[in-house]
């Protein structure tokens, strides 16, 4: 009896082909590109059985026209949403998979993007590579920790018990969801949510692991983003349609996912260019399966599902829609971790802690600044230069608070008293908080520089007065104008979008206090006037963050950072960000008047344009 | 400044007599040049010496 002919359209690993061709007619698809419609098509006439890859689709369109003669799919991949299963199994065509072998290296895969996400890597790559690395401050590319964060997976399948397993090395706090809950031993200490809604508000770092189905489809949408905790970051190594893209970019750009790590897209092979702009998105062209190890089992298992079906035996994978839907819970695991070196990594990270001899300063970053200014000078003079970081003035109280030692800082830094804004803490820290709070010295600066609108590097824009009511402007109310030239028609025809501050930090107080509050109590805008009597002062805090309005995490940097990316864009700074920035930054003259230091005195607030709001 | 920190964190004493030197935060100081607004001579004085002494600031409200 002839030897069955098999099809692999694809490049598979050189251990997989001898051992194709050993037991096999083999037909190769050299140019190792895509297998398209008409190729599936035509070779189904003349094979028995193919090795497709996720490149490979065989919708329904294409499984009507296959011919008799193909009677099984052997699928080198673990995921198989480029097949249409139903109409596979109408047709009487046998359906595998490679599940299991995949797992470790997916996992692998999904700690990189996580890392990688985490820590700055692809500007951190590009500063070094491009020579563009010039300068180091203790604020240069400060990222998330993951020890100590919590991990939320969804789908804890073999992809997802290698990635709880992994992650627990780097000491992080493993939670999940799943369908069913896992029995204890597999299960191994992480935590289970029965509904989805439950886990995304505690995952620090969200990681898809589930397969793609019509009920995943488009699973992380604008409102399941809202859910995860702001500065959270989403990692997806499992299948771009997981993810509404669009949702996607708008959490980055708003600051509310503080990065994301992807190794697959909606379009693939190309993935999506508008995700090229944001440099804390790091991207993988899908090869989450991509080690020597893995390829070789997944082109073995595909084979041993070949062989089986070949002789009359059922194959190990094989798959009808019923285990599709059970594809996390069917999939195993069976390699060891190997873990030595992240604990050492972590270990050594904990001894820092130990043994600071530095001084160690949070706070403001608007102070920060002034701070590091002064941290220069100790050092020329021969002290051990200061640790400073800005992390914001409601983030750098809540450190500052967490207690007197080694671990905790020094120092932090604030515009003004900012008592009100810190949250209150649990009742059994509180004795704790007072030992320290009781010792707070009143902020250094409480005169520094009101905020300053300051917008990208290329953009020339000029704003004047606004127009009271009659005189050619529009009524400014609780309506957002999405276009600058809606506010006055002398503005460009471009949207409108503000980056700046959130609540709890120093600069949003100045803000609100200068700008908004002062500006509305000299103004003889009939409107305005009137919307101050109504709201009081507490109302005129918020801002809409649903608009032009972004919230940007109370790190300047990183609206420093979206100002170059978008050139139209605007931003509210401490005055001294836009000094600091000046290569960077355009200081916005404001009705006449440019952001000068004599002009930003906080004191004398008589002229109306060192701040401009939406 | 954590007073509790005083005298144990190598470098702190001084580090504070620094940022409320003259020098950092007053009149024509480095700081000035970068944005700081310099208090008034009666205000900066004040604040120099409770940031020397240790003053604790009055709890929040």
């Keep these: ?614 | 400044v954590k007073n509790a920190h005083r005298g144990v964190i190598p470098g702190l004493e001084e580090f504070i007599e620094e940022y409320a030197s003259d020098a950092a935060l007053g009149r024509g100081g480095y700081l000035q040049e970068r944005g700081l607004v310099v208090l008034a001579d009666d205000m900066r004085a004040d604040l120099q010496q409770r940031l020397i002494d240790g003053v604790s600031m009055d709890a929040p409200e």
């Design chain 1, 1 to 614: 009896m002839s030897r069955p002919v098999i099809w692999i359209p694809r490049r598979l690993s050189a251990a997989t082909l001898d051992r194709a061709r050993r037991d096999y007619e083999v037909i190769v698809k050299d140019d190792d590109t895509p297998g398209t419609a008409e190729e599936i098509v035509a070779m189904s006439a003349k094979v028995d059985g193919m090795i497709p890859c996720h490149s490979e689709h065989f919708s329904a369109e294409v499984v009507a026209r296959l011919d008799p003669r193909l009677r099984i799919v052997a699928n080198h991949s673990v995921g198989t949403d480029h097949c249409d299963l139903p109409a596979l199994r109408e047709k009487g065509i046998a359906v595998t998979n490679t599940p299991g072998v995949l797992s470790d290296a997916t996992a692998e895969l999904a700690m990189l993007l996580m890392l990688g996400a985490a820590r700055h890597a692809v500007t951190g790559d590009r500063l070094v590579r491009s020579g563009a690395w010039e300068s180091w401050s203790p604020a240069f590319l400060v990222g998330k920790q993951l020890s100590g964060a919590r991990l939320g997976i969804v789908g804890m399948g073999g992809v997802g018990r290698a990635l709880a397993r992994k992650a627990r090395g780097f000491d992080m706090e493993i939670h999940y969801h799943n369908r069913r809950r896992l029995p204890a031993d597999l299960e191994e200490g992480a935590i289970w949510h029965e509904s989805f809604d439950t886990l995304l508000p505690v995952s620090d770092v969200l990681s898809l692991n589930c397969p793609s189905t019509p009920e995943t489809l488009g699973l992380m949408n604008s409102d399941r983003f809202a859910q995860m905790p702001k500065g959270s970051i989403l990692v997806n190594a499992s299948r771009g349609s997981l993810v509404d893209e669009a949702a996607l970019l708008a959490a980055i750009e708003s600051g509310h996912l503080s990065a994301a790590g992807l190794d697959c897209f909606v379009t693939e092979p190309g993935g999506n260019p508008a995700f090229a702009a944001h440099e804390n998105i790091f991207m993988m062209p899908h090869v989450g399966s991509a080690t020597v190890k893995t390829r070789d089992a997944m082109g073995f298992k595909a084979l041993d599902n070949l062989d089986a079906f070949f002789s009359g035996r059922q194959p190990p994978d094989l798959l009808t829609s019923a285990t599709v839907e059970n594809l996390q819970e069917h999939s195993h695991v069976t390699q060891t971790d190997r873990l030595d070196t992240a604990l050492v990594v972590v270990a050594a990270t904990a001894a820092q802690a130990q043994t600071r001899d530095a001084i160690r300063i949070v706070g403001s970053s608007t102070v920060f600044p002034y701070t590091q200014a002064v941290a220069e000078e100790f050092a020329n003079q021969g002290g051990t230069s200061p640790v400073v970081e800005s992390t914001g003035t409601g983030g750098g109280m809540q450190i500052f608070c967490g207690g007197i030692g080694a671990q905790h800082p020094d120092i932090t830094g604030r515009r003004a008293p900012c008592a009100l804004r810190v949250r209150p803490l649990r009742p059994e820290r509180r004795d704790r908080h007072h030992r320290g709070a009781d010792r707070l010295r009143r902020p250094v600066h409480r005169h520094l520089r009101a905020p300053t609108t300051s917008m990208g590097p290329h953009a020339q824009r000029n704003l004047p007065r606004p127009r009271p009511e009659g005189s050619g402007g529009r009524r400014v109310g609780r309506q957002p104008l999405p276009m600058w030239n809606e506010i006055n028609a002398d503005l460009p025809a471009i949207p409108i979008l503000v980056y700046g501050p959130p609540p709890t930090s120093g600069t949003r107080d100045a803000f609100v206090e200068l700008a908004m509050w002062r500006r509305l109590r000299g103004t003889r805008l009939r409107h305005l006037e009137r919307l101050r009597r109504r709201l009081g002062r507490g109302e005129l805090l918020g801002h809409a963050q649903d608009g032009p309005f972004v919230e940007a995490g109370e790190n300047d940097n990183l609206i420093v950072q979206r100002l170059n990316a978008d050139p139209n864009a605007m931003g509210i700074f401490g005055y001294s960000f836009l000094y600091e920035n000046l290569d960077q930054l355009k200081g916005v003259n404001i009705g006449g008047v440019e952001p000068t230091p004599t002009r930003s005195r906080t004191s004398t607030t008589r002229s109306p344009a060192r701040c401009t709001s939406t």
